[in-house]
């Protein structure tokens, strides 16, 4: 039992005592019971804050252990929910025919990531992704274009995926996700030259109607599974928010493989 629970089991009696004793040493004991009544006066209020006070001063580890069980709770709760969600929006989440793939298009476990080309942390965590997904050899990867840096990423989407019209979204996706600098339209359309695309035919391709109802599809997809900024994945029944390393998408791809 930790010493935070053995407070807390312990608090009523010790306010109980303390309030009655601190202001009649002749008032008759007082039980847990008799605490709801809110019969408090100012004196036995500010007893009760004193002992509780000179309490946590003598324990201040006490705040410690009540924030990581808060923490912890919230956590498993926040896991759970997200567990419902994919439950509900497997198909829209795994099955989409509109989503691009990359890894093995075969693989045994599907990882999703949602993303945003202009996203430095997106940028940053593409190494550990493709090490993850190399490594394993059966991760079908699922590429959710998610814009939410301004115009400039909603461009670099479209172009994304226009070129999977021209069976070019890897490439390109890996080119885009890769640029170090300051990405802008005309950076995006050289890229696009650079890997072989016809860039006239892109920019056609990029207006079309379905183009955008793909990427509105992912923001409300999103929208469902609070996905809250980017990278945001999607692993078996599981939710891993923000940059995850190897080691993490590796153990959790092994979890969904397990059908956890």
Do not use: W
């Not at 009649?24 to 100012?42: R, Y």
């Not at 500010?46 to 705040?63: F, G, M, N, T």
């Not at 497997?90 to 949602?114: C, M, Q, R, Y």
């Not at 300051?182 to 695309?197: E, H, P, R, S």
């Amino acid at each position: 039992m930790t010493r935070l629970r053995s407070f807390l089991l312990a608090l009523p009696l010790l306010l109980a005592a303390g309030a009655a004793g601190a202001t009649d040493p002749n008032a008759p004991n007082m039980t847990p019971k008799d605490l709801g009544g809110g019969a408090f006066s100012p004196s036995q209020v500010e007893a009760v804050q004193k002992i509780v006070s000179d309490y946590l001063r003598e324990h201040p580890e006490v705040i410690i252990d009540a924030i990581k069980a808060y923490q912890a709770k919230r956590d498993a709760d926040q896991a759970a929910e997200a567990k419902k969600n994919i439950v509900s929006l497997k198909d829209e989440i795994f099955k989409d025919p509109t989503s691009p793939v990359g890894g093995n298009p075969e693989g045994d476990v599907a990882l999703v990531e949602f993303f945003d080309y202009r996203c430095p942390y997106c940028k940053a965590v593409e190494a550990d992704l493709k090490k993850a997904v190399e490594q394993d050899g059966k991760v079908r990867l699922v590429y959710k274009e998610f814009p939410i840096l301004g115009p400039v990423s909603v461009t670099a989407a479209k172009a994304a995926l226009a070129a999977q019209m021209q069976g070019k979204y890897v490439p390109f996706h890996q080119k885009l996700i890769g640029y170090k600098g300051t990405l802008d339209d005309a950076t995006i359309y050289k890229l696009a030259g650079d890997v072989g695309l016809d860039v006239t035919k892109l920019k056609a391709d990029m207006a079309k109607p379905e183009i955008q109802a793909i990427i509105d599809k992912n923001a409300k997809l999103a929208d469902k599974l609070n996905v809250q900024g980017t990278p945001g994945f999607v692993v078996g029944q599981e939710m891993i928010p923000g940059a995850a390393s190897v080691d993490e998408l590796t153990a959790a791809i092994k979890r969904a493989r397990a059908g956890g």
